[in-house]
């Protein structure tokens, strides 16, 4: 291919260099000392305090490469993971940002430039949308930019609240927020799908690639808005969606990085067509992963931890769908080393530690994954339609399946979980526990609900609660 991942991320900076900007490291994984936010899901979270107004840099263009984790939180993509072309969980996001000094005309025109008259992209494959009464932002499209008005779409709040909209850009419940203005890419009229805010836009034709956030507002814990100090601008481009456009293929998963990753897990679980999506899963997986150790998150029974334990057992659980019996996941991360090391030196200097942490947990889910699986397939064995809640308690509480690895193999199969029978019988159980006196809260904390709706911080809370009840006898 004439981009590989690492022309296109030198390229982008190279770019914004020339622009006046700082070229800044990728933050972190998990986010200093912000408990409104699980894992670093865009470019901005680093620049969080700066658009407050309570940080101050000494510099107020940047551009970055951050390295974001959506399996947790606000932005959560871990279901999307082995069903679209266009969603990880680990992905790379370019970005660039203006703290109070140029504002949309520039971002939109600067984006323009790069995408067509650097990266080459064919301009009329590309689309833009504004926030529905984002007339600045409309006229800056077709007048300045000259895209044709048929190909900028205005997209609103379709949900009633004013700030719920696609176009409304939000890191979290609270904090800096604002409208945006995205830039998609049309793959073309063989794959399904439909041009942004139309009602096919879900599928995999029309990808968005650029999101162009107009950072205006600071989103208070009621809903209601306060004005930024300063406008400022905040962008965010998929490295993945971008490198799949320029490597003239359509889905993320058919890039150089991925498909060296895939090779590789075809390789460790003995797989020929590497078209399975499986692979794709346990080749998303390993990066989160492996990027989540390197970072200092280890599985465990709560809050981060629980998502890696979570992310880490779904990989396993599909290397034991394509045949494998023992470890093999673990084998996969010197392979990532080898792809990824050189634009990650903290990644290539936790190599042992990663495969070690890795090794460890999936020993630990083989000892009772078959068991499992036997149970589950049990469950299902007569064509029902739902699982009951009590196996997928049973599964979660005495075979360490949580309940969306459950989930993860009931959806393939067009099985849905009693979630609310799951957590009757959670809460039974922790009744029974609390009052036989012998209460284990790592393992009444051991849950997580499904993915999307995981709340971190509410068990988080919830442990705060139980060990006060500890405290007070
Ligand atoms: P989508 O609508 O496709 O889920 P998004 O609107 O949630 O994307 P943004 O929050 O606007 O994404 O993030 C900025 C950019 O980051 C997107 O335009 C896209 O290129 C990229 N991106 C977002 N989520 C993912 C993901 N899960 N995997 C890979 N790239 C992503
Ligand atoms: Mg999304
Ligand atoms: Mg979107
Ligand atoms: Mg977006």
């Known amino acids: 291919p004439q ?34 936010l699980m894992f670093t899901n865009s470019g901005m979270v680093q620049f969080k305090d700066v658009f407050l107004g309570t940080d ?20 959560n993509d871990l279901e999307n993971v082995g069903y679209t072309a266009r969603h990880h969980t680990f992905f790379e996001m370019l970005g660039n940002w203006s703290f109070g000094d140029y504002f949309k005309r520039d971002s939109l025109k600067w984006g323009w430039e790069l995408l067509t008259q650097v990266y080459r992209l064919p301009a009329e494959k590309l689309w833009a949308t504004v926030y529905i009464d984002d007339d600045e932002a409309y006229d800056i499209w077709t007048k300045d930019i000259g895209l044709p008005p048929e190909r900028v779409v205005r997209i609103g709040d379709n949900k ?96 150089d990085i991925f498909q060296a990753l895939i090779a590789a897990a075809g390789r460790e679980t003995g797989v020929q067509d590497l078209s399975n999506p499986s692979l794709r899963v346990i080749a998303d997986h390993v990066r989160a992963t492996s990027f989540l150790v390197a970072d200092g998150v280890i599985p465990s029974n709560e809050g981060r931890g629980y998502v890696q334990r979570r992310i880490i057992r779904r ?42 942490v890795l090794k460890a947990e999936e020993e630990r889910f083989y000892e009772t994954l078959a068991n499992g699986m036997e149970i589950l397939d049990a469950a299902l064995g007569g064509g029902q339609k739902v699982l009951p809640g009590d196996v997928a308690f049973k599964l979660h509480d005495t075979y360490g399946f949580p309940l969306d690895l459950s989930a993860d193999v009931c959806r393939e199969r067009g099985v849905t979980v009693d979630e609310a029978g799951f957590n009757a019988a959670m809460e039974k159980q922790k009744a029974a526990g609390r009052a036989a006196g012998k209460f284990k809260m790592d393992r009444a904390l051991e849950y997580g609900g499904a993915s999307n709706k995981f709340t971190g911080y509410e068990r988080l809370e919830e442990q705060a609660r139980v060990v006060a009840v500890y405290k007070d006898g």
């Open 56 to 75: 101050k840099r000494p510099y107020v263009r940047a551009a970055s490469v951050q390295a974001c984790l959506r399996a947790g939180g606000k932005h």
């Open 3 to 36: 981009f590989t991942v690492a022309d296109i991320r030198q390229t982008f900076l190279d770019f914004f260099k020339e622009r006046g900007h700082s070229v800044v490291a990728s933050s972190p994984l998990v986010p200093g000392n912000d408990p409104t």
């Open 315 to 356: 990989a396993i659980r599909h290397g034991y769908k394509l045949g494998r019996k023992t470890p093999f996941f673990h084998k996969l991360v010197p392979d990532l080393v080898r792809l990824m090391g050189d634009a990650y030196p903290n990644l290539k200097a936790s190599e042992t530690r990663v495969m070690e």
């Open 160 to 255: 009633g609240a004013k700030y719920a909209s696609d176009n409304f850009w939000m890191m979290a419940d609270t904090g800096p927020c604002g409208p945006c203005s995205e830039i998609f890419y049309d793959h073309g009229p063989h794959i399904p799908g439909g041009p942004p805010g139309s009602p096919e836009a879900d599928g995999d034709r029309y990808i968005e690639i650029w999101n162009h956030v107009f950072m205006q507002f600071d989103m208070q814990p009621d809903g209601s808005v306060k004005p930024l100090p300063a406008p400022c601008v905040d962008t965010g481009m998929g490295l993945e969606r971008l490198a799949a456009i320029l490597q003239h293929v359509h889905s993320n998963y058919e890039i």
